[in-house]
T-cell receptor, first 113, second 116 residues
Framework: GNSVTQMEGPVTLSEEAFLTINCTYT??????LFWYVQYPGEGLQLLLK?????DKGSNKGFEATYRKETTSFHLEKGSVQVSDSAVYFC????????????FGGGTRLMVKP | DGGITQSPKYLFRKEGQNVTLSCEQN?????MYWYRQDPGQGLRLIYY???????QKGDIAEGYSVSREKKESFPLTVTSAQKNPTAFYLC???????????????FGQGTRLTVV
C-alpha cells in the first residue's frame, strides 16, 4: 500500500539556518506529492506540490523536488525565520485512489531567534 | 471567501455521550474527509465521502459515524463506543476529478475534542 515516512522531530534551528526535512514514499505508479504546514491550533495549509518526476514545487522560500529514483520529496529552505515554526507534513495522492491523501507523521520545526 | 468551516473549535464531552462535529464547505467540492490527529502524530483517516449519500470507512472508523445528505455538509458523530475520543479532528475537501491526483485538499481549522 501507500506510505510516507518523514524524519522525526522536533527539528530546532537558529534563525537564518538552512532547513532540510526528509520525506520518502512508497507507492505504485506515479503519485502526486505535497507538503502541508500546520501552525499551532490550526488546520493544514498546502505549502507546495509536485505532480511528476523531476518537478520542483516552491512557495515562500521553501522548495521540494520530486525524485522518483530515490522515491523522495525532501523539503528545503535556505534561511528559516521564527515565523516558520510549525509542523510540516509530507503527503501523497495516487491517481484513481479516491483522491485520498496519505500523510507522513509530521515534523515539528522550532526556529529560535 | 470560499472555504471549510468546522465548529465548534473546542468541544467537551462527558463519558458515555455522543457528540457531533460540524463541517461545512462552500467550495462546491464533491469529496469530503474526516481525519483524526493525536498529539505529536500524523493524520489518520476516519471516514470519507466522494458523493452525496455515499461514504466509506477509513482506517479508524470504529466508534464514529457520518452522514452526507448535502454536498456542503459532512458531520461526524463521535459515539460512546469510541474508547479514546480526545483528539484534534480535521475536516477536508477536494474537487472530485477522476483519474487526476494533483488536486490539493482544503482543510478546516479543526475541532479539539476533550472527554471530561
Amino acid at each position: 500500500g501507500n506510505s510516507v515516512t518523514q524524519m522525526e522531530g522536533p527539528v530546532t534551528l537558529s534563525e537564518e539556518a538552512f532547513l532540510t526535512i526528509n520525506c520518502t514514499y512508497t507507492a505504485t505508479g506515479y503519485p502526486s506529492l505535497f507538503w502541508y504546514v500546520q501552525y499551532p491550533g490550526e488546520g493544514l495549509q498546502l505549502l507546495l506540490k509536485a505532480t511528476k518526476a523531476d518537478d520542483k514545487g516552491s512557495n515562500k522560500g521553501f522548495e521540494a523536488t520530486y525524485r522518483k529514483e530515490t522515491t523522495s520529496f525532501h523539503l528545503e529552505k535556505g534561511s528559516v525565520q521564527v515565523s516558520d515554526s510549525a509542523v510540516y507534513f509530507c503527503a501523497l495522492r495516487r491517481n484513481n485512489a479516491g483522491n485520498m491523501l496519505t500523510f507522513g507523521g509530521g515534523t515539528r520545526l522550532m526556529v529560535k531567534p | 471567501d470560499g472555504g471549510i468551516t468546522q465548529s465548534p473549535k473546542y468541544l467537551f464531552r462527558k463519558e458515555g455521550q455522543n457528540v457531533t462535529l460540524s463541517c461545512e464547505q462552500n467550495l462546491n467540492h464533491d469529496a469530503m474527509y474526516w481525519y483524526r490527529q493525536d498529539p505529536g502524530q500524523g493524520l489518520r483517516l476516519i471516514y470519507y465521502s466522494q458523493i452525496v449519500n455515499d461514504f466509506q470507512k477509513g482506517d479508524i472508523a470504529e466508534g464514529y459515524s457520518v452522514s452526507r445528505e448535502k454536498k456542503e455538509s459532512f458531520p461526524l458523530t463521535v459515539t460512546s463506543a469510541q474508547k479514546n475520543p480526545t483528539a484534534f479532528y480535521l475536516c477536508a475537501s477536494t474537487p472530485q476529478v477522476y483519474g487526476v491526483s494533483n488536486t490539493e485538499a482544503f482543510f478546516g481549522q479543526g475541532t479539539r475534542l476533550t472527554v471530561v
